[in-house]
């Protein structure tokens, strides 16, 4: 058996319909763990992935998420979630204000602890940041980000952020993993 | 003896200066230490102390500090190096833009670890966020913030700021912390 270790029942539900269609059953591992402070997805995700293995002795995964944009050096980057609970999408239009360089990307990053070590696995999407917000669905950042090739946000078509999103780009990863190594969990 | 660890030489050589005039002297452990991810300014400063005196069994502090505005809901908070490494206070500025609540307080954290376990001193500074930049003074946001019942930013009066400053407060609760418990180091 394989557990997503996570504090955010969303993220595991969301996880959980994804990785069925693709025959991989995931439980829940209800995790509370002080994160490290770091500007990498990758050195959060490691930490926590260790911590939670230690805990379960089964193999498990964690997630860590940002959007990084270019013309503010990479912000809110490691620290979205957070920046989104203190401004709101609206602060970062704001900040985006007069900024003709629009570039960003959505990134996630999975730990997958086993008792071999950590493996890590990547996803992306590209985009830029809209002028103004548009669209009801999805949360955070969705109204104002607009994936590379479109011209709605995540939020005006939450089928198009399914396809296209990060989250689930690292979650293909992860699955494409677990069948070639054939490993049974 | 009493060490200040810290990975920042200013940081030392500030609050050397002022502990000195005191009566304390104090030495540099220069010290990396991954931080944990907290909003408080507390937690951050107790797991750095605990992780120093483990690491150098002698009396130890460490300190952290932040800019918490009211309208923003205290951002940047224990995020402000970071925040302002990518943003600058221009960035503020522009987030701070047509609010009228301009209130905002400098705190610091010291965390002082002995064999007898561990001790907080706070410090704090309230003030305004400026509608404009002014001064050359100090550094990062100290060309925005006019401390309460003063008319100047902290870039525009930097005996102004040593007088009133966060740490400077911070540094004389530890001691008369010190002072009062006779402590020899």
């Not at 997503?4 to 693709?22: D, M, S």
């Not at 995700?45 to 260790?50: I, K, R, S, Y």
């Not at 990134?107 to 997958?112: E, R, Y």
């Not at 994936?147 to 939020?155: K, L, S």
Request: charged letters at 25%; hydrophobic letters at 40%; one cysteine or more.
């Amino acid at each position: 058996m394989l557990y997503f270790a996570t504090g955010n029942k969303n993220k595991f539900q969301e996880a959980k319909r994804i990785l069925a269609a693709e025959g991989v059953t995931i439980r829940h591992f209800s995790f509370s763990h002080t994160e490290i402070r770091s500007d990498r997805l990758e050195e959060i995700a490691v930490d926590a992935a260790a911590a939670a293995y230690a805990r379960l002795k089964k193999p498990v995964f964690v997630e860590d998420s940002g959007l990084f944009i270019d013309a503010l050096r990479g912000f809110p980057g490691t620290y979205s979630a957070w920046t989104e609970g203190k401004l709101g999408y609206r602060g970062i239009l704001k900040l985006m204000k007069g900024i003709r360089n629009r570039k960003a990307y959505f990134g996630t990053t999975i730990a997958l602890a086993t008792s071999k070590g950590i493996r890590i696995f990547r996803g992306r999407c590209n985009g830029r940041m809209a002028l103004r917000a548009n669209g009801k669905q999805g949360f955070g950042y969705d109204p104002i980000f607009v994936p590379a090739g479109h011209r709605q946000t995540f939020a005006q078509s939450i089928s198009l952020k399914n396809k296209l999103s990060h989250r689930y780009k690292s979650l293909l990863a992860l699955v494409r993993h677990l069948k070639n190594m054939r490993i049974r969990l």
